[in-house]
């Protein structure tokens, strides 16, 4: 009587494990990482590309993570945009300092700072959706998203 009971419990277990062993050799495969200008997938560093174009094809397969990283993008442009516009102008001040119109300079050279600094919160905005994006990604493999 018991052998009668242990073998549909054996058979769940072989199955149940074979079923896990499966995902997880799925999750390995897929799951990625940030690091430093790069990424890690199966091991094995990749180059996030210009703008992240080669990160982006990562997030084909997962909605969520995809919207969280196109929020990303817009925070970044909005940080290189403000950050391009602050060295411009710190430029035109340091011009404007040899040609002797001090105050002009002065100007340029508060508002660039301020542009700069402006620049900041989008960066880390940018920075901490791309993670979240990466933690979202990851995580869509462990519990796949219903169809």
């Not at 072989?14 to 799925?26: C, G, P």
């Amino acid at each position: 009587m018991k052998s009668i009971l242990l073998l549909p419990f054996t058979l769940f277990l072989f199955f149940s494990n074979a079923d896990a062993q499966t995902q997880f050799e799925k999750w390995h495969k897929e799951t990625i990482y940030l690091h430093s200008s790069g990424y890690v997938k199966e091991g094995k560093k990749y180059k996030r590309g210009l703008f992240n174009n080669k990160l982006k094809k990562e997030f084909r397969d997962s909605p969520t993570a995809a919207l969280e990283f196109r929020k990303s993008e817009k925070n970044m442009n909005a940080n290189i945009i403000l950050s391009v516009l602050g060295l411009a102008s710190v430029l035109i001040a340091a011009d404007q300092v040899d040609e002797g119109n001090e105050k002009t300079a002065t100007g340029f050279l508060v508002g660039g700072l301020a542009l700069s600094l402006g620049s900041i919160p989008f960066s880390i905005r940018s920075n901490n959706q791309m993670h979240r994006a990466v933690w979202m990604h990851n995580g869509e493999l462990v519990i796949p998203r219903e169809k």
